[in-house]
């Protein structure tokens, strides 16, 4: 069975930094692309960006190149997503999601809420 | 920047049916894909490559392409159909997803 299972809530300050992960289980983790998506509260969702585990190669949104890093360690089937400085406007749910054939996301995380406060 | 564009609210009363759209000029090259949030939980993706359903999704959602234009229907609507639905495509350049703003189902 197909599962991505992400790390737990985080409760941060602003200007702290942050590390979150994915592990990919039950498929080759080294064959698929794995994307990130933000959803802000009560917003909808954003591509932030793709990597693929086996290589690594990225892909960044626009909107996300520079705020944010995406990384994988083959060896334990696991990607993160990271940030150097947090700010207020980072607090949001962050999926991961594994990129089928064309561009389905066909298995989706449960989802890692960062809470982002003074 | 590419966008995709959702109505952003539709509603339907029980056993009827619900049609979303989704524009966007890529979408005569690339194909969409639809995903359903309920509230609280991840996206399900419930159409592939236009038309396609994924095994476990209730044969009262199909999909079709048009043009530019991509629609999801729900027929014979649930009270269980009440979500949020999203369509999916990839840019021009197909190096880069794009979401659409979503639509809100809700169910009379």
């Known amino acids: 069975e197909v599962q991505l299972v992400q790390s737990g809530a985080e409760m941060k300050k602003p200007g702290e930094s942050l590390k979150i992960s994915c592990k990919g289980t039950g498929f080759r983790f080294t064959s698929y692309w794995i994307g990130w998506v933000r959803q802000m509260p009560g917003k909808g969702l954003e591509w932030m960006g793709i990597i693929h585990p086996g290589d690594p190669d990225t892909i960044y949104s626009p909107s996300f190149q520079g705020q944010v890093t995406m990384s994988a360690d083959k060896s334990i089937n696991t990607a993160y997503l990271q940030w150097r400085s947090l700010e207020a406007s980072d607090t949001a749910m962050y999926y991961c999601?594994?990129?089928?054939?064309?561009?389905?996301?066909?298995?989706w995380g449960q989802g890692t809420l960062v809470t982002v406060s003074s | 920047s590419y966008e995709l564009t959702q109505p952003p609210s539709v509603s339907v009363s029980p056993g009827q049916t619900a049609r979303i759209t989704c524009s966007g000029d890529a979408l005569s090259k690339q194909y969409a894909y639809w995903y359903q949030q309920k509230p609280g939980q991840a996206p399900v993706l419930v159409i592939y490559?236009?038309?396609e359903r994924p095994s476990g999704i209730p044969e009262r959602f199909s999909g079709s392409s048009s043009g530019t234009t991509v629609t999801l229907t729900i027929t014979r609507v649930q009270a269980e159909d009440e979500a949020d639905y999203y369509c999916q495509s990839a840019d021009s350049t197909g190096t880069r997803f794009v979401f659409g703003s979503g639509t809100k189902v809700t169910v009379l």
């Open positions: 490559q236009d038309i």
């Open positions: 999601a594994r990129r089928g054939d064309a561009y389905i996301l066909d298995f």
